[in-house]
C-alpha cells in the first residue's frame, strides 16, 4: 500500500452538500496529500453530482482523486461497503456528505495513525445536534455533549473491551460513519466473513468490533465533527426501524460473537436492547404491520428468551 489513508464519499442526489463537503477537504488536506486519496462513490445520481466531481477533481490536482458511478442505484448500505472494501491504502475513512468535520482533523487523524503501533480502528469522538431545532443532544449514560466516554486517546491494546464499552453505552456512536476509521485489510477480512453484511443496515458496529478485536483502539478526547440526528433515510422510513431493532441488531450481535466476543457480552447486548424498546412504538407497529411485526419480532423474542436463560448460568 503506498498511501497511509483513503477518504472516502458515498454520495446520491446530493451535489450541493458533496461541492460542500469537497471544499472542506481542499482546506483540511493541505500538506497531506501525499498520504492520502480520495474516492467519490455516486450512487447513481440523476442531478449534476458528475459534474461537481469533475469540477473537484480537476482542482485538487495535487491530489490522488478516484470516482466511480454505479450503473444502478445500490442502497445506501451497499454504496457505503463499496467505499470501504474498494479502498487500498493502510486505512479507509468514510464521511457522510452532510456531516460538518473540523478543518484541523485530517492532520490530527494522519498523526495519530502515523504514531500508533498496531491500530485497528480510530474512533473520532463527536457531538450531537438536532437537525430541525439546531439544539445540542447530549448522550445517554455520557456528561457532556461528547458521544465517546471511553478512556484511550493514547492507544489501547485491548480493542475488545474498549468496543463493547463503547458498544453498550451507544451503538448510534459506533455506527456513526463519519466518526470512525478502519484498518483496511480487517475490513475486508471482516466482510469476507459476513458477506452479507451490505443488507444489514447496523453492520458497521460489525466492522467496528471485528476491527477492535485485531489491534489498537483509539478514541479521541477532542471532538472532531458533529451529527445532526434526525436527518436520516432511517427516520423516514418507520418499517426500517423495525428491521434494525428486531433482526438486523441481532445479526450483529451474533456476528461480533462468532469473531470472538464472549457469549456473556452478546447476551447482555441484547437483553439491554430489550430493555431499550418502547412498548407504545411496538404496538403501534404491530397494528399498522400485524404480519411483517410479528414476523420480525418473533424470532427476536426467541432469542431473548434464550439469551435470558444462559444468563442465569453465568451468575
Not at 41 to 55: L, V, Y
Not at 149 to 157: I, R, T
Not at 164 to 181: D, R
Request: proline share 3%; glycine share 4%.
Amino acid at each position: 500500500m503506498s498511501k497511509l489513508l483513503t477518504i472516502a464519499i458515498p454520495t446520491y442526489n446530493r451535489a450541493e452538500l458533496l461541492d460542500q463537503q469537497l471544499s472542506w477537504l481542499e482546506r483540511s488536506i493541505k500538506g497531506f496529500e501525499s498520504d492520502c486519496e480520495v474516492l467519490v462513490a455516486d450512487n447513481c445520481s440523476s442531478d449534476h453530482t458528475p459534474e461537481i466531481i469533475e469540477k473537484w477533481q480537476k482542482k485538487l490536482i495535487n491530489l490522488t482523486f478516484k470516482s466511480h458511478k454505479h450503473p444502478q442505484h445500490l442502497g445506501i448500505m451497499q454504496n457505503i461497503m463499496y467505499c470501504l472494501n474498494s479502498a487500498a491504502t493502510q486505512y479507509v475513512w468514510a464521511i457522510g456528505v452532510d456531516d460538518h468535520i473540523q478543518d484541523r482533523t485530517i492532520a490530527d487523524v494522519i498523526d495519530k495513525l502515523k504514531q500508533q503501533q498496531n491500530l485497528s480502528l480510530l474512533f473520532l469522538n463527536f457531538s450531537g445536534c438536532n437537525k430541525i431545532t439546531g439544539h445540542p443532544i447530549y448522550p445517554p449514560s455520557i456528561i457532556g455533549n461528547r458521544w465517546f466516554d471511553a478512556d484511550c486517546e493514547d492507544g489501547c491494546s485491548d480493542g475488545k473491551a474498549i468496543f463493547e464499552h463503547c458498544f453498550a453505552k451507544s451503538l448510534g456512536a459506533v455506527i456513526f460513519l463519519s466518526a470512525s476509521i478502519y484498518r483496511t485489510d480487517l475490513i475486508k477480512r471482516a466482510l469476507q466473513n459476513w458477506s452479507d453484511a451490505a443488507n444489514n443496515w447496523m453492520s458497521l458496529a460489525y466492522i467496528a468490533g471485528y476491527c477492535a478485536a485485531h489491534g489498537n483502539v483509539i478514541v479521541t478526547k477532542k471532538t472532531y465533527l458533529e451529527c445532526a440526528f434526525g436527518a436520516t433515510f432511517w427516520h423516514k422510513k418507520p418499517k426500517a426501524v423495525l428491521l434494525m431493532q428486531y433482526k438486523h441488531i441481532p445479526e450483529v450481535i451474533s456476528k461480533l460473537e462468532a469473531s470472538g466476543y464472549s457469549q456473556e457480552f452478546c447476551r447482555r447486548i441484547l437483553l439491554q436492547f430489550c430493555q431499550e424498546i418502547d412498548t407504545k412504538v411496538l404496538l403501534n407497529k404491530l397494528r399498522r404491520w400485524p404480519i411483517a411485526a410479528i414476523r420480525t419480532v418473533m424470532p427476536f423474542l426467541i432469542l431473548v428468551r434464550m439469551a435470558t436463560v444462559d444468563l442465569v448460568f453465568f451468575q
